[in-house]
């Protein structure tokens, strides 16, 4: 394994039509350095020029960065990519998303997870390190993709990480998007891509829970000189003006303690969501 600093080393590729898997070596993508990067080049090497979104030879890349899993600020941010039908004529699109399921990715030992084929039923793929399971999910079908995160988490357990598809992305709307743990939302209907392979969600859990960084003192001392801009009556982002209470909490992505505008609400009937 191609492990350097930042980097888990690995690529988990996903068949979706033979159901099967297999792990490569990251070390030749890293000179793209991140989650971008390395999805511009796997779709570069991949993916036909005549491909259409919802073809099952498109692939959907799922990619985190160098820092996912380092708690600075903004580090554990992640994009999903492939080509999208969002747009006319069709091309490559990605969507950003915060939350904690990029730097789960990261610690199951995968900087990126290519999927492509299409499953003969609707499924959710469970990733546990180094394990890939097929799961069946045909009683998820239909249901929003915030329910069937919580209906996973149930099946697997409440410390797994969930991205998943609702009803728009199962019938292949084209502006459909993914919704992840913490209301992470990707864009760029890429849920309909998702709903193209019959992939309803996908879970992830790692035990590798830390990424190897190269200069660690002088990484917390740009990340502490960063957080200074948010202390006091001045931040960085603007935010001071959101108020949190019993009911109202600020809920940061992965190890981002940035005063962000990003809020989790608890209604009365104890239901909660992210607001931004
Ligand atoms: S918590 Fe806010 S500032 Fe930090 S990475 Fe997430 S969206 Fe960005």
Redesign the pocket.
Known sequence: MAQTCGYAGRILKVDLSSRTSETVSSGPYQRFIGGRGFAARLYWEEVPPETGALSERNRLVFAVGPLAGVPV?????WGIYGKSPYRTPETFNYGNL??RWGAELKFAGYDALVVHGRSDRPTCLVIRDDAVDFADASGLWGRGAPQTREALKEDHGSDVRVVAIGPAGENRVSTASLLADNDASGSAGLGSVMGSKNLKAVVVRGTRRKTSVAQPERLKHLSDYLRSFNRGAFTA?GTDFVQTGPKVKRD??FG?S?K???IKYTADDGTSGKRA
Do not use: Q, V
């Not at 600020?73 to 941010?77: A, E, L, N, P």
């Open positions: 600020i903004g580090g554990s941010r915060g939350g982002w940061p992505c981002c940035a962000c505008i990003r």
